[in-house]
């Protein structure tokens, strides 16, 4: 076979795998997703590549020193902290891994099914697990491309009847973000302190943030920079990017609105960014490619791409207060919504000549849909604070409280089987005293 | 002798080093300076740390291989491509080796100046040896901290009357800039590409830069970071610093102009960004301590701190036109003038728990002072290009022309002595057609 038809095998929706749990219907991780994080465990507290396959993780260190797992040159790129340098290996790498992995897994393949023993070795139980952050960030960059939520905050902060600016339909508006406080889901984010000018007082005062919020977005990784001074094209970008991960951009919005103009938000986002910790490869969401929102103007030459490039990935929010029973949606949405692609934002970013490197981050911006109850924040779905949410537990929101648990969730429904990102949850702890 | 009264005697005026050109009273590399840095040579094509004296430079993994260099448990951390390794080790670390370093360079100090032999293997001629960028930089800020060129950017493009924005006066307003595009000097700069909103035309276009400028600023290195969720007093600031640069952040003055509305300069600014390549430590920076200006209002107790927080830092801006003969010095000022001080940005940069690591770089803000020929910008020498500069060779500029070599320079003048940065040099090529 080709490795084209290698690859395209793997995307099959009738493969199963020998571990059960990945066959059922509602599962993140199926056979078709295999996405790629770092890991440790209880027995081994050393951090590791590994895949997501069901309720396990296999463990590409001990599957290529078990001699089932082939590189070019037998690279040593897999009892590492991070993923960068396996990502670095480029993308016929990361393919053959993938297709590897997918005969191995599946439910025809012996070799490991068939093997306890070697199975003891290769794959440890998500649920003893501990997941890190999967790339080491050398830069995280932020954009706005949701024409929603941006009309949103237009309309609320400015002109209702200009909401969208005019340079908005232009480009992939994005900004630097900071990339060192990227942290993995289940990471407790401490709310943070600031300068709050609040409307009755002349003079800022210092003091935790009061309206503090979410943004639900994802996030591509890089996966082959580009030198400085050589951007990438547009119809090249994709090729460019390694995987997606869901990516919640903890924003202060009091601590945001003084502090913004006009050099755009600083500290009301340095505090903390929660990514998911499983990179789901573009490979795995090539069956879901769509359309993307039709673009009115049409974009200048260097943002323009042929074919299908937005993806169809359903989103949601969940709200949990401190030992509350259950959890509130209180977000659905989708990410074939966002006006510029992925693409375009990478070429919008290197046009000028800027650099990338792999890992890094690239945020979509709070993922908004065209309805009231599909809006990535809360200061759309509350509309500043105006129309408080009702949570299943009793009790309203307007902005997060401390002892909230918020959780992202996203995934691609095929027929038959998901190919989902995991989990991204952060609780709110109190600021600093 | 105690350490203090060791680190004290480093800065003794009226010490003279054996290495005679770093007695030249203008030269920047006296034996009060000892700025660090990474280069090679073309004898040794390997990166290492070395120590700038004069014409010369001292080789610190030769130097402590030779045994004349003693650093906690005999550390591995010279013969590296960045310095971060051994600013990791600490501040103690640092003025060890400055006060080993000023000992054997002195004039009274035989070791060094009367064996030949060992000369040749631990000094490298300045002029055989090229310099690199001295550390790995893991995240990148620029502030805008100085009054003089924060209004005279307001009245330029908003209002004359309101010129300063109500937040300027209440915090050092900054912005996260772009790390993986900051090169050290002598770094070829390409002009770049981007949307440009020309008056006369409804939608932008795309091309070529036709306001490309300079941003006169100094930088700041992180020596010790902070952890997630704990920030650094501004009382404790400058005991997180390793050193400063000088920086040239190069602006897109059109680009910026179009894009930064509401999430502040993007491709305007992440293209290129040179610093200097040897760190001038605060150690050395110490006897040009000065009172910083006035703050009025009184800045809230998190920015407050006792003392001279500013530094007597003479700097110049020179333009040379390509293969001119003569450049032309088109701007003079003092980073004394900045009107936050550099204790107060890593305060409000960490004061919402946001966490900075080794080898950060912070920039100033372009350094204006109050007079005409005092500014840190073309835009603001020329107001943004309604007055021409005449250059010596004949010709006039508004903004930089490709072939435009700009030059920073920036010293501290002591008595018979200068603790300088060296050449901060970028050369304007063309666009990328």
Redesign the interface.
Known sequence: MSAVSDLQATLDPSRKSWVESANEPSHDFSIQNLPFGIFSDTTNGARRAGVAIGDEIVDLAALQAAGLLKLPSNADVFARDTLNDFIALGRDAWRSVRIQLSNLLSRDTATLRDDAALRAKVLVRAADARLHLPVQI??YTDF?SSKEHATNVGSMFRDPKNAL?P?WS??P?????????V?VSGTPV?R????L?LPDQE????GACRKLDIELETGFVIGGGNA??E?IACADAEAHIFGMVLLNDWS?RD?QQ???????????K???TTISPWIVTLDALEPFRVAHPVQE?EP???LRHDGDHAFDIALEVKLRPHAAKQATTIARTNFRHMYWTMAQQLA??T???????VG?LMGSGTISGPTEDSYGSLLELTWNGKKPLELKDGGTRTFIEDGDELTLAGWCQGDGYRVGFGACVGEIVAA?G
Chains 1, 2 share one sequence.
């Open positions: 050398p830069g706005y600016l340079n232009e480009m508006i994005g900004y630097n973000g900071r990339a060192s406080s942290v401490r943070p302190n600031g300068q000018k003079r800022p005062v210092f400085l001074g951007p202060a601590i003084w502090e913004y103009v006009p050099l755009g938000p600083f500290n009301a340095t505090f903390a103007p200048l030459a260097y919008h970013h046009v000028s000549g800027c650099n990338t490197r890094d600093r």
